[in-house]
């Protein structure tokens, strides 16, 4: 199968007619100015920074457009410690301490609050805070065998592009993950369908790291054996993903034993599958889910759904407590996972799991449910406004 390479992104030639002043942060690290009147986004920018820049886009409502010299600098601003960072679309802040980020972040939040929902918090928990580097668990690192680039690049997209970052490390991964980086690259480069690999997912829990290796073309038997001692040189386990995601199986088949990660607070430990959704963040999931569990305060009796529960992530807690959870999701495997980690647990007695389309039947769906003490509601990236609105 012969791959398709888009053409790399034009990049930014034309100049703003002059420095702009950035006035506050926007969703995705951008900075936010006006350019006579028109709303501009600049990325590379920081608030209170007077930086020249180019466009990138131009649309009706706003425009796009990217830092090319910061003539007056934030204090906020600090180095990258990614060689990488300027060109590699897995981060967009790197530049801003971390502080400074939270606070942003949380002044975006209290902004679409009161301009979506016209309300406004009497008062801000603290932030949910965990390491700045080498936090990420999971990840989707794509693969291409580039020889103009020497070989086989495996890593995340650049900006405003589809080619892949030449990156040997990464300072977010998982240190486990990031020090994969470059012998991965030279594994795959010595495959014989080295051209035929698109996609890793990478997986680090507390006890294992997991590889999941899509490939476009049947393996070698010299491939499988070159697969199986990288495994045991670097203490992992791949899984292979010829086809769709039911596809995916062990290498070598024996080797099937259930990922699984822990909630400590709770004393729980929750299976899940190769490509099971679980927080890429698991400090942050450690610190998330008691604060979760407080904030509901659930007792015996008490009847609480969790919306969009995935492998039962908050309603297990929930029901260790006491509480009688109905979890709903819309996707059966993980649905099977929760009911799975329920009776692991012994808490089936207290949690019921139904897979439901909380995008196209969520007013049908939270009809059927009768009254709740409690919602529970954590939903992924494209969000739960059918939800809300039901």
């Not at 790399?8 to 690290?29: C, F, H, N, S, Y």
């Not at 530049?95 to 400074?100: E, I, N, R, S, V």
């Not at 994969?180 to 996609?199: D, K, M, N, Y």
């Not at 889910?289 to 992530?313: H, K, M, Q, S, Y």
Request: with cysteine; charged share 25%.
């Amino acid at each position: 199968m012969k791959r398709r390479h888009r053409r790399a992104p034009k990049p930014a030639t034309e100049p703003l007619p002059q420095p702009v002043l950035i006035e506050r942060m926007a969703d995705g690290g951008q900075g936010v100015t006006h350019l006579d009147g028109k709303l501009c986004f600049v990325a590379g920018a920081l608030t209170g920074e007077r930086v020249e820049a180019a466009w990138l886009n131009r649309h009706a409502s706003y425009d796009e457009a990217i830092t090319t010299a910061v003539l007056h600098a934030s204090t906020e601003r600090v180095t990258p410690p990614c060689a990488a960072y300027e060109r590699c679309g897995g981060c967009v802040l790197q530049h801003q301490a971390p502080d400074a980020q939270a606070r942003d972040k949380q002044a975006q939040l209290a902004e679409k609050l009161e301009r979506l929902g016209n309300v406004a918090p009497d008062a801000w928990l603290a932030p949910v805070r965990g390491p700045a580097w080498h936090y990420r668990r999971r990840a989707r690192l794509g693969v291409r065998h580039v020889p103009k680039k020497g070989g086989v690049l495996v890593g995340f997209r650049e900006r405003r592009s589809s080619f892949l970052t030449d990156m040997t490390a990464c300072p977010v991964l998982d240190a486990r993950l990031s020090d994969l980086i470059a012998p991965l690259r030279t594994l795959i480069g010595g495959l014989s369908i080295a051209a035929q690999v698109p996609q890793l997912e990478v997986t680090a829990t507390d006890d294992d790291v997991l590889l999941v290796m899509r490939h476009l073309a049947p393996l070698s038997d010299a491939d499988r054996a070159a697969l199986t001692a990288f495994a045991a040189e670097h203490g992992l386990r791949w899984f292979l993903q010829p086809a769709g995601p039911a596809s995916v199986h062990p290498l070598p088949p024996a080797d099937d034993r259930p990922l699984q990660y822990r909630l400590d607070t709770f004393g729980l430990s929750l299976e899940f599958g190769p490509l099971d959704f679980t927080q890429v963040n698991f400090a942050i999931n450690q610190q998330l889910v008691p604060l979760a569990v407080d904030l509901l305060a659930p007792t015996p009796g008490e009847r609480i759904a969790d919306l969009f529960c995935g492998v039962g992530n908050f309603s297990l807690a929930l029901a260790s407590r006491g509480a009688s959870v109905l979890g709903l999701e819309g996707d059966a495997a993980l649905v099977a996972r929760a009911r799975d980690n329920a009776r692991r647990a012994g808490l089936a007695e207290r949690c019921t799991f139904d897979t439901v389309n909380l995008y196209d039947d969520a007013d049908a769906a939270l009809g059927r449910l009768g009254r709740q003490d409690a919602w529970l509601l954590d939903p992924p990236r494209s969000g739960a406004s059918c939800t809300c609105r039901a």
